[in-house]
């Protein structure tokens, strides 16, 4: 292998390298991200559900089978 193939391919590795770490990142704070979101909706579907809850003797909106059941 010449070095100039040899530069070429160390060359390659380095800016893969550089690109698997980017995407690490990206996939670190995604999993991040989604996790708050996942609090957030369970907390909000808490809330409409203590929330209908109090407005009396009605079934919660999560527990309710859908129309064409």
């Not at 559900?49 to 079934?59: Q, Y």
């Amino acid at each position: 292998m010449t070095e100039t193939a040899t530069q070429a391919m160390q060359e390659r590795m380095a800016y893969l390298e550089r690109t698997l770490s980017d995407l690490s990142d990206v996939i670190a704070r995604q999993d991040r991200e989604i996790q708050t979101l996942t609090r957030r909706v369970a907390m909000l579907m808490q809330r409409e559900a203590e929330r209908e809850s109090d407005l009396g003797g009605i079934v919660p909106l999560a527990d309710q089978k859908p129309p064409h059941w």
